[in-house]
């Protein structure tokens, strides 16, 4: 608590103003949380600054692996916390509502530590490249490692938009790039690796097969939904005499789950089969909505028999 008194922090003042001008109601429950966690850390840090830090001597020789979880939730001053909270609100606001609260959770979650481990090999990777022991003690605090992630992901889900960095419109799909240059030196104190580790980590999820592995180590859980999967076209079926309650039909169930290229295929070969077979049915049975897989090969004399009859009957 002591770097917290004997002056008044701006920064936080301006933050909550900024957060009541949103309003708390407009504000989705985990960026709402990660908001508060923050501020309130920055008010009752657990550890000085130095104690919370995350560097490859302090994470990697040390093996103080708890710096992964406090580093991200920790600020150096109230303009630090500031910058990075309204970023993370508006970032929030976006992302949290297109992947829904669950999954957003536990994106922050797991890009938080994994950032941390990210920036540590790169640190490593300096030491050996640059041969200067001195990016081992380099130490790091902020959440801004996450929110570059985060803006990758931002960008990922809504392409084609426009970032006014410096003056300067810049194309979504570079913006971070030119962000991650443009505060190193305005702010030649930010640590860039920090910067540089978020992106990866947002290029591992959009580009790489971060996503896959998160999914897979949900096992499955009924609450952790795929935030890519369309939603239901209609959730029920009610008002009106002789409408009954059904299950209701999602994209999937249409499409039998097949992607667009497999779509495209099994569309060419189900035309094949109906100008082969004349669009009949079989057994009397209507075909389901969607794909339509031939129930069984039929012998070239059976083919050559449907074939004349179908002539026959022209």
Same mark, same amino acid.
């Given at each position: 608590?002591?770097?917290?008194?004997?002056?008044?922090?701006?920064?936080?003042?301006?933050?909550?103003?900024?957060? %009541?001008?949103? &309003? *708390? !109601?407009?504000?989705?429950?985990?960026?709402?949380? #990660?908001?508060?966690?923050? $501020?309130? /850390?920055?008010?009752?840090?657990?550890?000085?600054?130095?104690?919370?830090?995350?560097?490859?001597?302090?994470?990697?020789?040390?093996?103080?692996?708890?710096?992964?979880?406090?580093?991200?939730?920790?600020?150096?001053?109230?303009?630090?916390?500031?910058?990075?909270?309204?970023?993370?609100?508006?970032?929030?606001?976006?992302?949290?509502?297109?992947?829904?609260?669950?999954?957003?959770?536990?994106?922050?979650?797991?890009?938080?530590?994994?950032?941390?481990?990210?920036?540590?090999?790169?640190?490593?990777?300096?030491?050996?490249?640059?041969?200067?022991?001195?990016?081992?003690?380099?130490?790091?605090?902020?959440?801004?490692?996450?929110?570059?992630?985060?803006?990758?992901?931002?960008?990922?889900?809504?392409?084609?938009?426009?970032? %006014?960095?410096? &003056? *300067? !419109?810049?194309?979504?799909?570079?913006?971070?790039? #030119?962000?991650?240059?443009? $505060?190193? /030196?305005?702010?030649?104190?930010?640590?860039?690796?920090?910067?540089?580790?978020?992106?990866?980590?947002?290029?591992?999820?959009?580009?790489?097969?971060?996503?896959?592995?998160?999914?897979?180590?949900?096992?499955?859980?009924?609450?952790?939904?795929?935030?890519?999967?369309?939603?239901?076209?209609?959730?029920?079926?009610?008002?009106?005499?002789?409408?009954?309650?059904?299950?209701?039909?999602?994209?999937?169930?249409?499409?039998?789950?097949?992607?667009?290229?497999?779509?495209?295929?099994?569309?060419?070969?189900?035309?094949?089969?109906?100008?082969?077979?004349?669009?009949?049915?079989?057994?009397?049975?209507?075909?389901?909505?969607?794909?339509?897989?031939?129930?069984?090969?039929?012998?070239?004399?059976?083919?050559?028999?449907?074939?004349?009859?179908?002539?026959?009957?022209?």
């Amino acid at each position: 608590m002591q770097r917290r008194q004997g002056r008044v922090n701006a920064g936080l003042l301006l933050l909550l103003y900024q957060i %009541s001008q949103v &309003g *708390l !109601q407009n504000i989705p429950s985990v960026t709402l949380g #990660v908001l508060a966690l923050n $501020i309130f /850390l920055f008010l009752n840090p657990v550890r000085p600054l130095s104690e919370v830090c995350i560097s490859v001597n302090e994470g990697f020789y040390r093996k103080n692996w708890q710096r992964l979880l406090l580093s991200p939730v920790h600020h150096a001053d109230d303009w630090h916390l500031y910058y990075n909270m309204i970023s993370m609100l508006w970032k929030g606001i976006m992302l949290e509502k297109k992947l829904k609260s669950i999954w957003f959770a536990y994106i922050i979650a797991v890009f938080s530590v994994l950032i941390g481990v990210v920036y540590m090999v790169l640190e490593f990777m300096l030491v050996k490249i640059l041969d200067d022991p001195s990016y081992e003690m380099h130490c790091a605090v902020g959440f801004s490692g996450v929110l570059f992630a985060l803006k990758v992901l931002n960008n990922h889900y809504n392409p084609g938009r426009v970032s %006014s960095i410096l &003056g *300067l !419109q810049i194309s979504s799909k570079y913006a971070c790039w #030119v962000e991650l240059v443009a $505060i190193h /030196l305005i702010s030649p104190g930010t640590s860039f690796a920090g910067h540089l580790a978020g992106i990866l980590v947002g290029l591992m999820y959009t580009m790489g097969p971060l996503k896959k592995i998160m999914k897979a180590c949900t096992g499955g859980l009924s609450s952790f939904t795929d935030p890519a999967r369309p939603q239901d076209y209609y959730s029920e079926y009610y008002g009106y005499p002789g409408y009954q309650y059904r299950t209701p039909r999602s994209y999937y169930d249409y499409t039998g789950g097949l992607t667009e290229e497999e779509q495209l295929e099994r569309a060419v070969l189900n035309s094949l089969n109906e100008r082969d077979f004349g669009g009949a049915t079989y057994n009397n049975e209507r075909r389901p909505y969607g794909f339509w897989f031939a129930p069984e090969q039929h012998s070239e004399e059976e083919i050559r028999r449907q074939r004349l009859l179908r002539f026959q009957r022209r």
